[in-house]
């Protein structure tokens, strides 16, 4: 069913989906493999578009695959889709340079992290528009973490009380990450990084488990199990 993005809604989400997904292996770009018969860049994007402060979402797809990603994202919502470029940051510059006039709240969302919750995506909003300049998901880290030499042997224990794993969408008022992205020099793998290194407070809300970024084939298998108890769309 096609979801109506809500015309008065302050978000435009962001879904960076034109990765390789080298660490998947063969199979084609990673955002259209199937997740229970679906590409996971579907069930993300409907997901996201069940939130109700969603306005717009700009998906950047894999080059050769921009029409492909267009009928596919037809039925489940009204998405713009630009062609995403050879880093994850400069996908997400492609996609941000395509948001119209009017959302303030910019969500950046990986395609890879099919099983995000909708309830997540209000939560990382909602702390935009209470103040902050910057927010992102977090767990909890729960193995023991060594720093090691380059040749495998431990250097020491980390005290893992103050580090956090970080999820995707990460929520920026819209100026902040603008200017974030206008003075990048050296790529980084999500946009907080950019933000952070412009002195901009980054604050941390309650990650999902269900958001977990779908990168090796063990995470596909993973996910497959989760599918029937992750939160349909719309759900909390
Ligand atoms: N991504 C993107 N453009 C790129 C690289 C990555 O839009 N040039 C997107 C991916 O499609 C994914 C998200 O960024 O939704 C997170 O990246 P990652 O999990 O690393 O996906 P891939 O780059 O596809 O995987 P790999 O690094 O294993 O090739
Ligand atoms: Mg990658």
């Known amino acids: 069913m096609t979801a109506q993005l809500n015309p008065r809604g302050d978000v435009a989400v962001l879904v960076p989906a034109a990765g390789a997904g080298v660490r998947l292996g063969p199979g084609g770009p990673k955002a259209l493999r ?27 797809a894999p080059p050769a695959d921009t ?4 009928e596919l994202l037809a039925p489940i ?5 630009v062609s995403g470029g050879a880093s994850r940051q400069e996908s997400v510059a492609a996609a941000l340079a395509a948001v119209p006039d009017g959302p303030e709240i910019i969500l950046v969302h990986d395609a890879a992290r099919a099983l995000t919750p909708t309830g997540l995506v209000e939560s990382v909003a909602a702390a935009i528009r209470s103040g902050e300049d ?3 998901p977090v767990l909890p880290v729960v193995d023991t973490i060594k720093e090691v030499t380059a040749d495998g042997a431990v250097l020491g ?5 103050a580090l956090r794993a970080v999820q995707t969408p990460q929520g920026f008022r819209r100026a902040v990450l603008a200017a974030a992205h206008a003075a990048a020099v050296d790529p980084l793998t999500d946009d907080a990084g950019l933000v952070e290194k412009q002195g901009v407070r980054v604050a941390c809300v309650p990650g999902s488990e269900y958001a977990l970024k779908i990168t090796r084939p063990f995470d596909l ?14 759900q909390p």
Do not use: F, K, Y
């Not at 029409?67 to 267009?70: I, K, L, N, P, T």
């Not at 919502?77 to 889709?81: F, G, I, L, S």
């Not at 996910?223 to 719309?234: D, M, S």
């Open 134 to 136: 910057a927010a992102i």
């Open 77 to 81: 919502a009204a998405v713009t889709v």
């Open 67 to 70: 029409q492909a990603v267009r």
């Open 34 to 60: 199937l997740l229970g018969g679906e590409p996971l860049l579907a069930h993300a994007v409907r997901r996201v578009a069940a939130a109700p402060s969603v306005r717009v979402i700009v998906v950047a």
């Open 157 to 161: 224990t980390v005290d893992r009380s």
């Open 221 to 234: 298998a993973l996910a497959e199990h989760l599918l029937h108890a992750a939160p349909a769309a719309g």
